[in-house]
């Protein structure tokens, strides 16, 4: 492995940093990803569903791309672990890779390894080591162990970021729609999603769902590749490794210029030792008691007379040793005790007699204070059980029959027309306890007048709101509030069962029959 050639600065991260190198490393090759991810899985996409479509089912089609998963998560891997070398490689060149490259670990991805949370990890050890058998297990358990939780809690993250994804897809469509129309629109899309769900709804459903895995699942890979580079780092020394490799190389470069500058100064200093005619002093000298010792050797005598720049080579030492990746070190604090074995001295004071009954309070309440508040509440389910027995049952009586009772009703019956006189029909409706009769011919007499009014023709089976949404055009803004009076007492009446006082009704009434037409 070229260490040397690695385009990051590799150092002992954090799992949360590595994860943040890995997704640097997707953003910065973006294009060399997700150009064969498209050429790779389009093509799949359509098959899939244009076979589902065939056999109808199109939601089988979803699933099966949501189970390849682990074959594309192949696309993301290959561009990463050779962009992180400087070799990154083209659109062309990772597409037909895919044909070959890494296809036997597939087997164990797409079956019982398919639900694993920690894919992004043990993927790179798989197709990057090209290790089996008990020699992966190991690799797996050396390289993961430290990082389980890390590597799951990238996968529940990313799930849930696709599953925001697809939902906020669906919501955007509904943004679109006006206020007005949003509960009918939600009818409609619960019954095209859950109930009668037609071909172009499963496939777009399908499509929202792959665009979001588009998305996501390459930052996913790129973690994943972040953590497996982090912890190589962390237990193969890369970093310190990388260093002696350059110093190794900085060495080989100046060897040569080494070798003739020994050679100039041999040549230089043999002249004259040549010529001298006493034979130099040993390098040793006598101790006090009679025995030789060697003389340790400077630099002036390693190098002749031959004048050497001991500063710079002290400043150049110091510098080397300043090297963060050659000199670590690691200030670690913690409080201790000065007197580790002097006794405590026991405190008589009036309030330690007090504070040993708080703190026996609160021991009393950590041991038992759950089983007292089990008790508590078995004892408060006791006491209501006439009240949530009953309809645990499924009887429901007591004050659910009494509202039941209350909110019954016969239906409603308006006529197909309108009598001459509105006013005093609904009158005798009301006095005779035929209050939402009364109130569903006010509102039949009120719709038939705004439409009139607002110059509109009312579609069948109009509801309320599209009613209000139409009696906006109505020049006169007496007429809009009288309008907008007349429906909100039908539906408190018809859907909240509050009916109005009598002193309301005909408040309403008077003033329908005050703005003319109205009740006509």
Known sequence: MRLEQLTVQLRARSSWEA??????????????????????TVPVFVLLNAAGWALDLI???????????????RIPLYVASRAVFGAVPGVRETVRAQASWGWRPMLHYLTWRRFSPVRSLYLPVDLLEGVQGQRLRERRRVLGGAIYGNAALLTLV??????????????????????DLLPETLRTTWTLIAEQSPVWVKI??????????????????????GLYLNRRTQLEAW?????????????????????????????????PARAQDAPEEPVSHESADGDEVPKAPTLPEVFGKQRVDERGFRRASEQAYRDPSLNRTVVQKQWERIDKDAPRPERNTPQAGWLQGVVAMFAFLAEWGLWILAGLLVLGLLLTARYWLPWMRGKGGGR????????????????DVLPDDVAAVA???????????????????????????????LPPGATEAECLRLSRRMAQAEDRQLFARVVRVWQYAAYAQRLPEEAEFES?????????????
């Open 19 to 40: 994860m943040e190198l890995g997704m640097a490393l997707v953003r910065r090759h973006a294009a060399m990803i997700w150009k064969p991810w498209l050429l790779v």
């Open 239 to 271: 970093d310190v490794e990388i260093v002696f490799r350059k110093l190794r190389g900085r060495l080989a470069r100046g060897a040569s210029a080494l070798l003739v500058m020994f050679a100039i100064l041999g040549m230089a200093v043999s002249a």
């Open 400 to 415: 659910a029959a009494a509202f039941d009772a209350g909110t019954r009703h016969e239906p409603t019956i308006v006529p």
């Open 427 to 457: 009158r005798r409706l009301w006095r005779e306890g035929r209050a939402r009769d009364a109130l569903a011919l006010v509102y039949r007499a009120g719709v038939q007048a705004m439409g009139r009014r607002a110059q509109v023709e």
């Open 204 to 225: 777009g459903l399908n499509a929202m769902a792959w665009m979001a895995v588009s998305v996501i699942e390459p930052f996913f890979v790129g973690a994943g590749f």
């Open 59 to 73: 939601g089988l089609a979803g699933v099966l791309m949501w189970w390849l998963k682990p074959v594309f998560d």
């Open 158 to 179: 990313c799930l849930h970021f696709e599953g925001a994804l697809f939902l906020g897809g669906i919501a955007g469509i509904l943004m679109f729609t006006p206020l």
């Open 508 to 520: 309403l009434l008077g003033q329908m029959q005050a703005r003319g037409g109205w009740l006509a």
